[in-house]
Nanobody, 112 residues
């Protein structure tokens, strides 16, 4: 069955970097688009990055443009989210997504 497992979250100071990973099983990344979302406390879930089945990357929303980068390693069946210049407003639970399938999320906290 389809499983998505995120990792790489944690506590980081403002201006720092983190790389999130989403390891997929039950399907092949090269056949599906993948997305990253995040949800901050008391806010709606926000789409922040997407990569197509052929590896094309969707335009990023303004909230993360120039700071976040999505990529994938098909051989490892893993999608990544490189996050640079992190800000306190980036604090959220970050989720990997494929269609109706979601990972359990990984917490990212940006604080000094």
């Amino acid at each position: 069955q389809v499983q998505l497992v995120e990792s790489g979250g944690g506590l980081v100071q403002p201006g720092g970097s983190l790389r999130l990973s989403c390891t997929a099983s039950g399907f092949t990344l090269s056949e599906y688009s993948m997305n990253w979302y995040r949800q901050a406390p008391e806010k709606e879930r926000e789409w922040i990055a997407g990569i197509g089945a052929t590896g094309d990357v969707a335009p990023y929303p303004d909230s993360v443009k120039g700071r976040f980068t999505i990529s994938r390693d098909v051989a490892k069946n893993t999608v990544y989210l490189q996050m640079n210049d992190l800000r306190p407003e980036d604090t959220a639970v970050y989720y990997c997504n494929r269609n109706v399938f979601w990972g359990q999320g990984t917490q990212v906290t940006v604080s000094s």
